[in-house]
């Protein structure tokens, strides 16, 4: 499933929705002081699991485009990021059962990717076991990755009606801030720090500009 924020969450008319359709400080400003709480219970109205993760990635990019400008957004977006942690939660155990198997081994997920990379290059004959691997990194790509993915601008959406409402380069800024807490699961900090140390050197100027700020992004 690839559906916007824009298809999930219906009540425009509420604060909450202005903001995310709009996502400007002046409209972030009239959600109050607990702004992240004020858009997290909007978005529970999501049943869909999915759906809930897609539309919350969404939302705290709106917020974290704001967060280079703004105290009291950069003290949401973090509230937001922990809460995207815990509502996808469910996500936890497929990729955190990879992970183990990989440390299993030795390997990180960055590695694995080099791993396939050159192992296609060297070993044309091993295609069994090059399927394997690549079977097994097909299992990370779970909806909170793909959706972070694709807001940062890391991979491309399958959705040509999806569309980017945000800043890019303060969400990164953001990112740099929790990326390394120990409430940030360690699949998806691999993961993402696999692909913008990968991408990163075809972004935009701008966001290249903030991820060489910040080495911890990428490393």
Request: net charge positive; proline share 5%.
């Amino acid at each position: 499933m690839d559906r916007t924020g824009l298809d999930i969450v219906e009540e425009v008319e509420t604060d909450v929705g202005k903001f995310l359709i709009d996502p400007t400080l002046a409209n972030l400003e009239k959600l109050g002081s607990n702004a992240a709480d004020v858009i997290d219970v909007h978005l529970q109205s999501i049943r869909d699991p999915e759906s809930l993760t897609v539309s919350y990635v969404e939302a705290l990019c709106c917020v974290c485009a704001l967060s280079a400008d703004s105290a009291r957004a950069a003290r949401a977006g973090a509230s937001l990021f922990r809460s995207l942690v815990a509502r996808a939660r469910f996500q936890w155990p497929l990729a955190n059962a990879l992970l183990r198997a990989l440390r299993l081994i030795k390997v990180s997920v960055g590695a694995l990717y080099v791993m396939f990379r050159s192992l296609v290059a060297r070993a044309r004959f091993q295609w069994p076991l090059a399927n394997a691997l690549l079977r097994a990194l097909r299992l990370i790509k779970w909806p909170l990755a793909n959706a972070l993915l694709r807001a940062l601008r890391l991979i491309k959406s399958e959705n040509k009606d999806y569309k980017i409402r945000w800043r890019v380069s303060p969400c990164y800024m953001a990112l740099a801030k929790e990326i390394d807490e120990p409430y940030f699961p360690t699949a998806l900090r691999d993961t993402l720090k696999f692909f913008i140390s990968s991408k990163k050197e075809s972004l935009p100027a701008e966001i290249r500009d903030v991820i060489e700020k910040h080495p911890n992004l990428y490393t």
